[in-house]
């Protein structure tokens, strides 16, 4: 009888299974965890993390950004990797509330576990959260407000939104400034949601109110040597072409020479091709010309001599923005000048930000393009101010689209936990449990706001549910005094799209996770070169 | 055994027992075979039925995975067993074939393979049980096909179709949305399908995912998605009445195969060289705008000079499109592939209504999307969804949706689901077990005990009693003599599956039992394992 009590072994070597209660378990704890960790940046009065690169322990990251954090961490647990996964997909496709789903999904396993422990079977509890989900969106719909039709009051929702969304950041001190400026922003591109006509440059040094918004489009680079430092209504030419060396394309082209006059007179011919190339260019009636890659010593001295301004090596990024602003076409031949789209500005000049010289084109046909300056102490915050930034521009962008927006503070998920909770009353059966356990999750969002600005988050939560129930349904957390207050007044608004993408996701991720029974895990790939 | 003695009493060795890692014989190999089987479909079970779970795979670097669907579970599970690989092998074999079913194939195949112990334990031959098992196999084929329905559906009445996939998804992720998923899998077939010859070439069904959105996101795209953007960021993002030339060359000057070298000795040479060059590039637009196309999509990249004189010329191009997707475009666009400047022709061009550009989100995902296309027999299944696991599994769902469908077109004979046909074949079994004189009679009986495991199963996974709505339900189907009544899993008080729609595909559950039986076949004629240690090969 020996073999029968041999192992059989079944799977790899080193892969291991989790099955039933345990499987459950370990993403719960993984998922909890998770969410433990980056919900104290929830809200307001929410906390900074640090995060240190474990390659470079030089390389810190200070933010208070949910997707930054998430992304930066190393987690083993399959469950928080779901998470994890949720929050950069809201990052991708709306650009913030980050947190916020990680938040839910999680306190809504937290919810999920507290129920499975009482026997419940997890396939009741995901029938109950989705008979839960269609409420609460249906509430939250319903409390929509829509002020796109009045352009003032519009631009006030947008101006809230901003300021709603940078005042769990370390922009907080000055939102009002920087509301104004990505409101601004956002507002020039004139309902395009395209984020690239906003041009952010970070610029350490003076503080963060000396940040600006600056009308036209400002290239980080350097104008060339002996060109004209400022220029009014230049003509540009954006180009793609290489200005080093012509090279030979042909497969198997090379030079061979037999003597050093054949030599120089290969370099002459190599030097009247650029040169010719050079004339070429000059010949659409430009002053300015601005090249992707790099523009050598001769071209630049040509140039020079015929009074053409030249730009050299803006990225790819920089030349894509800068066709796009000044209506020029990206030019990689210029045999056919007349065909050839020139691009224009009022007025071109060398300015300096803090210690940096760099290009401004104002004036620019379009209109739409921008650049944010951003100046802060140190590079952290700077980086910080950006990420803030860019969530808000996202914001923005998604609620010129779709411009309905709910009221934040707590107030809409108040309102849907209310509408929520009136569904467990009138629902027979185990699925109640679940119901009212989705309701308690969404209660726990104002719950941790109120905790991170170090209130008494029952006490709050709890007026805050009574208000509700009340029918008084504008009312919200006031974190300045720490009472309840009514929302609206006290501008705190956020994006429909944002809020609903928030439920849904969270909720499709805990519903997965709940349907896992068992985890199963390959052994990890060997990695010769990699020592622990 | 190994070692033997021949007539002078000297030994010699017939296998190296020494180096041998282990070594498996008679019973003992078979029952080291069968809990290895067992354990995989222990695994398995939990996921069957509309009420089953979800298994959570962590891949060797750490990509998460979460699925329902059995095939692709057993294939990320890294399984080191010989048999635990067959049954691998098994539910891939029904996945290829059939596309659906290919958790339940699993657990019969476990489910047989137990009550074949048992019978071995009794002292019967393992040829006498695989032998019953044909025998009993062949009664239930059989007896699927007396209580097959056929369903009635053309292009217009797609209902029963989209009944059948309900069925298909009712397991998955997916089934928060079921009816959506499964109007856009069965429309998705039949506006590709040929209903006169039965046939549905699935290739012409594009899955396309991306993470964000909603699932109810979900559509349906008459055309085709790629995952590309237009090459130069200043040209038209939006062309009506396209005109397609399609391209395997790249846009740049041509590449002889034969290994080559040209040596420029003169300046002239040099001068002359750089305008045959230019001249490359203007002739490729040219040839290209002589046909009066409008779009270029191209499966090589372009120099920046051929991209900028597309540009001038008016003519927006797609680069790096992959050569499947390419063929999907001829195929839609009824456009021919071109592999040489030198034949592209007006007539080669495919056409198209609208071909746009689209974004997504905040990050600058682009996807090309091609409408309109004058073949209508290309569509694209465009799944959004919260994150990156919802959306492949999103994926893996309609793409049983999609068989399932493909299969009922093929063929319009259906059984009813619910554990209703097991236990019915079941039930034929067991009397038909009472005729067999012989030894077979145990192992007959046993496959109609196997079979219950599929019911048990999904009982089980439902949350209710199993073994107590087994016995109600046979003996219903018994009192009754009506084969549709099967586990009543969605909690919808009524045991009649065809009152609640839930269909399977006639193939699809002959060839469950029919492969099942196939592997218990093969697992059950090995008696002797021999596994060599690891330093056997050196």
Known sequence: MSSQLAPIPILNQNASEERGEIARLSSFVGAIAITDLVKTTLGPKGMDKILISASNPNELIITNDGATILTKIYIDNPAAKILVDISRTQDDEVGDGTTSVCVLAGELLREGERLVQQKVHPQTIISGWRLALETARAALQSSTQDHSSDKVKFREDLLNIARTTLSSKILHTEKDHFANMVVDAVLRLNGNTNLDNIHIIKKSGGSLRESYLDEGFILEKKIGVGCPKRLENPKILIANTAMDTDKIKIFGGKVVVDSMTELAKMEDAEKEKMLNKCKKIVDHGINCFVNRQLVYNLPEQYFAEHGVMSIEHADFDGIERLALVTGAEIVSTFDHPELVKIGTCKLIEEVMIGEDKVIRFSGIPSGEACTIVLRGATSHILEEAERSIHDALCVLAVTVAETRTVLGAGCSEMIMSKAVDELAAITPGKKAMAIESFAKALRQIPTIIANNAGYDSSELVSQLKAAHHQGDKKAGLNMRDGCIGNAEELGVIESFKVKQQVLVSAHEAAEMIMRVDDILRAAPRQRSNLQH | ?538
């Open chain 2, 1 to 538: 055994m190994s070692l033997v003695f021949d007539e002078y009493g000297n030994p010699f060795i017939v296998i190296r027992d020494q180096q041998a890692k282990e070594r498996l014989r008679g019973i003992e190999a078979h029952r080291s075979h069968i809990l290895a089987a067992k354990t995989i479909s222990n695994i398995m079970k939990s996921s069957l039925g509309p009420k089953g779970m979800d298994k959570m795979m962590v891949s060797q670097d750490g990509e998460v995975l979460v699925t329902n669907d059995g095939a692709t579970i057993l294939e990320n599970m890294q399984v080191d067993n010989q048999i635990a690989k067959l049954m691998v092998q098994l539910s891939k074999s029904q996945d290829d074939e059939i596309g659906d079913g290919t958790t339940g194939v699993v657990v019969l195949a476990g489910s047989l393979l137990e009550q074949a112990e048992q019978l071995i334990e009794k002292g019967i031959h393992p040829c006498r049980i695989y032998e019953g098992y044909e025998t009993a196999c062949k009664i239930a084929t059989e007896h699927l096909k007396t209580i097959s329905d056929s369903i009635e559906f053309s292009k217009d009445n797609i209902e029963p179709l989209i009944k059948t996939a309900m069925t298909c998804l009712g397991s998955k992720i997916v089934n928060r949305f079921h009816r959506q998923m499964s109007e856009i899998a069965v429309k998705a077939v039949i506006s590709v399908a040929d209903l006169e010859r039965k046939d549905v070439n699935l290739e012409n069904i594009k899955l396309e995912g991306k993470e964000g959105g909603k699932l109810e996101d979900t559509q349906l795209v008459k055309g085709i998605i790629i995952d590309k953007g237009i090459s130069h960021p200043q040209m038209p993002k939006i062309i009506k009445d396209a005109k397609i030339c399609l391209l395997t060359c790249p846009f740049e000057p041509p590449k002889p195969k034969t290994k080559n070298s040209i040596e420029i000795t003169k300046a002239e040479d040099f001068k002359v060289l750089g305008e045959i060059e230019q001249k490359y590039f203007t002739d490729m637009v040219e040839k290209v705008k002589a046909t009066g196309a409008n779009l270029v999509i191209c499966q090589w990249g372009f120099d920046d000079e051929a991209n900028h004189l597309l540009l001038q010329n008016n003519l927006p191009a797609v680069r790096w499109v992959g050569g499947l997707d390419l063929e999907k475009i001829a195929m839609a666009t009824g456009g021919r592939i071109v592999a040489r400047f030198e034949d592209v022709s007006a007539d080669k061009l495919g056409r198209a209504g609208l071909v746009r550009e689209v974004g997504f989100g905040t990050t600058q995902d682009r996807y090309l999307s091609i409408e309109d296309c004058p073949n209508t027999n290309a569509v694209t299944i465009f799944v959004r969804g919260g994150n990156k696991m919802i959306v492949e599994e999103a994926k893996r769902s309609i793409h049983d949706a999609l068989c399932v469908t493909r299969n009922l077109i093929r063929d319009n004979r259906v059984i009813y689901g619910g554990g209703s046909s097991e236990i019915s074949c079941g039930l034929k079994i067991s009397a038909m077990a009472d005729d067999i004189a012989s030894i077979e009679q145990y192992a007959v009986r046993a496959f109609a005990d196997a079979l219950d495991a599929i019911p048990l199963a999904l009982a089980e996974n439902s949350g209710l009693p199993s073994i107590e709505s087994l016995s109600t339900v046979k003996a219903m189907q018994i009192k009754e003599k009506n084969p549709r009544l099967g586990i009543d899993c969605n909690h919808r008080d009524t045991n009649d599956m065809k009152a609640q729609h839930v269909f399977d595909t006639l193939p699809g559950k002959t060839q469950q039992f029919l492969l099942a039986n196939q592997v218990v076949k093969m697992i059950l004629k090995i008696d002797d394992i021999i596994k060599m240690g690891p330093g056997a090969d050196e």
